[in-house]
Every structure is written in C-alpha cells, then in structure tokens.
C-alpha cells in the first residue's frame, strides 16, 4: 500500500516534467497525494488498534479460562462466563441461562443489560424464543440462521419473543451430549466474521468447566462421606460444624445438634452377627436422613454406632421436637431381629444441645449433648434429652 502511494507520488513528479510543470496539475496531484496518504494513515491507524485490541485479549484470556476452571462452584463461575463474552463482542446483552432438563426449561443465572422482562431466576420453555429453539436444536445459531429457518419455525420464534432480550447470535452449552444450558448474545460492538465460531468456543469451555466443577464437587462429596451409611463422616462435621456457628453467631441466631447411637447396639451384633449389624447402621442412617428437614439438616456417621445431626437455624425446641420425630421413625422401623433386643426394638437415644444457650463453641455444644445422651441412655434408653444447664460448659 506504502509503495503504491510512492509510486503514485514518483508518476505525478515525471507527469509534472513532461508537461512543463503545469501548477494547476501538480496541485491535484498534490491533493491527490495527501489524500491517498491520509486514506493509507487511516488503515495503518485501524490495523494498529486492532493489533493492540487482540494483545489485550489474548493477555486477557489466559487468566479468565484459568478462573473458570478454578472456580469452586457453578456460580461464582458464570461472572467469569460473562467477562469472556464480553471480551470478545463488547455487547449490549449478555444472557446465561441453565438447563432444567427434567422440566424442559432454562433458567436465568447471569445476565448484562437485560430488559426487566427477565427478572432474576426467569425461566423459558423449550422451544420458546431463539434462546429456546437453540435449547431444542442444540445448533449455534445467528441472525442469518434464524431468518434461514423455515416459515412455520420463524412464526413460532416470533410469537414467543421475549420483549427487550436481543439474541443475535446465541450458542447451546453442550459436554458429552448433555445439554446444560444457553448463552446468548445481543448488540455486539465488536462484530465480525467469527461470532458463530467465538461463541461456540465460549460456550464449549463453559461446559468443560461445569462439567469440571461437577466432578470436583463430587470428589469432595465422596471424601466426606462415610461409606457404610453414606452419611456425612466426622470429617466433614469438624469443618460444618463451625461455619454453621459462624453464621449463627453473625446473624445473632441458634444452631442445634443432637448426638445419637442404637441403644444395646453390641448385643445386636453379638446375637446377629456383624454383617447384621452394618445392615441396621445403613438402615438407621437412611432413616435418618429421610426423616430430618431436607437440603437443611446434616446427618453425620460420628463413630462406630454413634450419629450427629445438626440442625442449622433452629432453636432448642425446634431440634427436640425433630429429634423426637427421628427416635420414633426408629423405633417402628420394621427391622430384622428386632424382637431379639432388650427392648423389643431398635432404638436409640439422644441428647439435644443449642448455640448459644449451651456453649459458645462446637467443642462445648457437642460436650453438652453428649451428656444429654448420657442421661438419656442412664434413664432407660429409647429417649431423648435436652442439655441441662448445671453442665453448661462455655
């Protein structure tokens, strides 16, 4: 380009001698010139912008894929999904949506600059809007796809638009053929040839790292697990158990526990055998998951015969009113050899002990229960009983 603007500068000059100087053509030639060369400084200035805008991106970009795969759960995660989107398009609209397959819907998580049609958590069905036919085709699609479409599909597409939401370019999230959810992009200011390709790109790297974060929770859960009753382990209980009294201490609210074991849990493995023996630990901790508050309380394998529940949020006589409904589940249970117990059933016993009444921390909390059990196992056993403040221990 630089060498045809001086060729056409070195013509102009020879043109000018062959011609005896005309000044009204060496001005329009002069102009000529200066206008070629503003048009060549132009380009050079844009190429230039360019090259700087790419250095930026792909300095940029090495650390945001290194945050989403060191995220430590799907929502902190998304932020990051964003930020990548918007690197590349600088775009007016930035929807994330997750898949809800079981209900053939997607779900809201993260979002820029939508209308306030989408409030936070909306939900669209399959099938409706470009974000559902996506959903639907698992196919990355852009504005010259959706016209592509046929009559009756692009009817469809029309007659469920979502008011205000600008999906130009919208890509399925997809690992192994599972469908985890949409992203969508409306307005970009940084617009080329590649869109379709960046944003697939984009969103197949959100699906390994959701995928990533998946697999890493369920090796966390594995570890904190105890293997026989698939219950919590004690383990996790050291770890669960003070950042749940944190919250309670920060938000000036209770938390309460009971420590539990079978009542005469030697004699039934003495008269039955051990292997009858690890069946009712299964059973009791099934039981007692299925009866304790769901996606709130934490069952825990304490040790040999022993379990741990805590109750996060609730007051003493919340957790006692629970515990009671846990001791009967017990008792009925139809289990194998029952009669053969002193008691005529399987049983257990329990003490009940709250934040901040009976200790300040996790090791004077379960203190106190523990004496509870203690009483309740010296009073007969099959009961429950609540902290007593003569061993309050802070």
């Given at each position: ?55 930026e991106?792909?300095q ?72 559902g ?10 504005e ?9 599909t692009?009817?469809?597409?029309e ?11 919208v ?14 992009v409306g307005?970009?200011?940084a617009?080329n ?29 594995m ?10 382990n ?7 158990i003070n950042?749940?009294?944190k ?5 000036n ?13 030697k ?7 051990h ?20 996606d ?10 022993e379990?741990?529940?805590?109750f ?10 629970q ?23 399987v ?5 009940v ?37 003569t061993?309050?221990?802070t």
């Amino acid at each position: 380009m630089i060498g045809a603007v001086g060729g056409l500068l070195l013509a102009a000059a020879a043109f000018e001698l062959r011609n005896g100087g005309s000044s009204r053509v060496r001005e329009k030639e002069r102009v000529e010139a200066h206008r070629a060369l503003a048009w060549l400084g132009r380009q050079l200035q844009a190429v230039e912008d360019r090259s700087k805008e790419q250095s930026e991106m792909f300095q940029t970009l090495p650390d945001l894929v290194r945050q989403m795969f060191s995220a430590t759960g799907k929502r902190p995660m998304y932020p990051v999904v964003v930020k990548l989107v918007d690197l590349f398009f600088r775009p007016a609209q930035i929807a994330i949506f997750v898949a809800v397959p079981s209900e053939r819907k997607l779900r809201l998580v993260e979002g820029v600059g939508l209308p306030e049609t989408l409030g936070k958590s909306a939900v669209l069905e399959y099938g409706q809007g470009r974000l559902g036919h996506v959903a639907e085709c698992r196919m990355t699609m852009d504005e010259a796809d959706f016209q592509n479409v046929t009559t009756i599909t692009r009817l469809q597409l029309e007659a469920s638009v979502i008011p205000g939401l600008r999906a130009d370019v919208v890509a399925p999230i997809v690992y192994d053929e599972e469908l985890l959810g949409v992203i969508s992009v409306g307005g970009a200011a940084a617009r080329n040839d590649y869109e379709k390709r960046l944003l697939k790109m984009v969103a197949d790297l959100t699906a390994s790292a959701l995928v990533h974060v998946r697999q890493l929770k369920s090796s966390q859960e594995m570890a904190n697990m105890d293997g026989l009753t698939e219950t919590y382990n004690k383990r996790y209980l050291q770890s669960r158990i003070n950042e749940d009294l944190k919250k309670a201490e920060a938000a000036n609210g209770a938390l309460s526990l009971m420590i539990l074991d079978i009542d005469h849990f030697k004699h039934y493995n003495d008269t039955n055998g051990h292997i009858e023996g690890d069946e009712v630990l299964k059973r009791i901790g099934a039981i007692l998951k299925a009866a304790s508050r769901d996606d709130t309380d934490v069952v825990v394998r304490y040790g040999g015969e022993e379990f741990v529940i805590l109750f996060p949020g609730a007051s003493k006589a919340i957790a006692l009113r629970q515990a009671e409904h846990i001791r009967h589940a017990v008792e009925t249970h139809p289990f194998k050899h029952a009669a053969r117990q002193p008691l005529g059933a399987v049983t257990i016993s329990g003490g009940v002990a709250s934040f901040p009444e009976d200790g300040k921390n996790s090791v004077a909390v379960l203190r106190a229960a523990d004496q509870a059990l203690y009483e309740a196992k010296a009073a007969g056993r099959n009961r429950i009983i609540t902290a007593s403040a003569t061993y309050v221990v802070t």
